[in-house]
């Protein structure tokens, strides 16, 4: 039995394993690329970056939510998750929180879909969105550890709360669009 189950599958973990090795190799070079931003004075416009990362989940979650010819109920709904979602991810402490809410929810909805495709293509995959949570937080644990041992990086349970609550609120944003649009679909076929 092959690896993956199709093209999309193994697109899909390819792009999540972008993610991890960039979430990785920021590790040794976060300190010294944030001090030399701050030296430069070019570290107040990472909010832009924050936001174009927020941007990035928001388009996320819609494609998502307005896949298959979506209507009037659908988009409003995916719109509405899609703005809880960024306002919720806004309302961190730092610029490093931020960066652990676009890191950790972008790669829990990658995950998320390609366990999904894994499931649509007859595989047995129990309950896709808490193995994508699951995931993408003991990526953020393995994180953490490895900073434990850099001199310049520190362990924070704080940061796994983060990659938790990242992870939650994309999956959860993405099976509540899901669960929207088999509700509707449901109720459109019975009238």
Do not use: K
């Not at 070079?29 to 931003?37: K, N």
């Not at 937080?137 to 704080?158: A, H, K, N, Y």
């Not at 938790?164 to 459109?188: F, N, T």
């Amino acid at each position: 039995m092959p690896l993956f189950s199709s093209p999309r599958e193994r697109r899909l973990w390819i792009w999540a394993l972008v993610v991890v090795v960039a979430i990785y190799s920021t590790l040794g070079l976060a300190r010294t690329v944030a001090d030399a931003l701050r030296e430069s004075g070019l570290l107040e416009s990472a909010s832009d970056l924050f936001w174009g990362g927020m941007l990035l989940i928001g388009v996320m979650i819609l494609i998502q939510g307005l896949r298959e010819g979506s209507r009037g109920v659908e988009i409003g709904f995916a719109v509405g998750v899609t703005a809880i979602a960024l306002l919720g991810f806004a309302r961190t402490i730092s610029a490093a929180e931020r960066s652990h809410f676009i890191e950790y929810a972008v790669l829990a909805l990658i995950v998320h879909e390609a366990l999904l495709e894994r499931r649509g293509q007859g595989r047995r995959v129990p309950i896709p969105a808490l193995l994508a949570v699951a995931g993408a937080t003991l990526v953020g644990v393995v994180d953490e550890c490895i900073q434990f041992f850099l001199p310049s990086r520190t362990f924070d349970w704080f940061d796994i709360g983060f990659d938790l609550l990242a992870s939650i609120v994309a999956v959860g944003s993405s099976v509540s669009l899901r669960w929207v649009r088999r509700w509707i679909g449901r109720w459109r076929r019975t009238r």
